[in-house]
């Protein structure tokens, strides 16, 4: 596969956060009761920059966990180990489940069922960086950082500094 087109530069990037985050607190009218929680691997880094401009607008540190959902995927083995980091109970608080893209729905299906394995929310949001399309489930996210109307062919490949050494958003074919 090669690089077809930049979806999201850096800057373009740190809007999308930054918008996502405005979004947030003017939904739920301010940041109390909310906790964050990425879906690993780049839904962490991107929920930790969330926290960050949470942090920044409201003045609030905002708790944030890592889901690992391996163990609740239903096309993949069971792990034998959770890497999940999550050191806050949900039961009570607005859950925002954070993923780098969203396609078929069914990580983020995974993500609730883990979720809620740790207790019962007052609600489950789902921000993403991109929204490509093709669900196969009736999963709609709350926040969306860039829609991408994409062929089932196409790979959308988001990269962040952290693990990739930049922040950019890319399609390959």
């Known amino acids: 596969m ?4 930049v979806i999201l530069d850096e ?10 985050s405005c979004e947030i607190i003017e939904r739920n009218k301010g940041v109390g009761g909310i906790c964050l929680m990425g ?11 969330i926290a960050e401009k ?3 607008t409201e003045g609030s540190d905002i708790p944030v966990g890592t889901l690992d959902i391996t163990s609740y995927r239903d096309d993949v083995k069971a792990a034998d180990s ?3 980091s999550v050191s806050f109970d949900v039961r009570g608080k607005d859950v925002v489940l954070v993923d ?16 809620m394995s740790r207790g019962r929310p007052r609600s489950v949001q789902l921000a993403v960086l ?3 399309g093709h669900r196969e489930l009736p999963i709609r996210p709350d926040y969306v950082g860039k829609n991408v109307p994409t062929s089932r ?9 952290e693990t990739d050494g930049c922040d950019k958003v890319i399609i390959m074919s």
């Open 54 to 56: 949470l942090r920044e």
């Open 100 to 115: 780098d893209v969203i396609f078929t729905g069914r990580s983020t299906r995974a993500a609730i069922d883990a979720v």
């Open 2 to 5: 090669k690089e077809k087109a």
């Open 82 to 84: 959770d890497m999940s």
């Open 153 to 161: 062919e196409e790979v959308v490949k988001v990269m962040v500094r």
């Open 130 to 132: 991109i929204d490509r």
């Open 11 to 20: 800057s373009a990037m740190n809007r999308a956060v930054s918008r996502i």
């Open 39 to 49: 879906i690993m691997s780049r839904g962490a880094y991107l929920a930790g920059r």
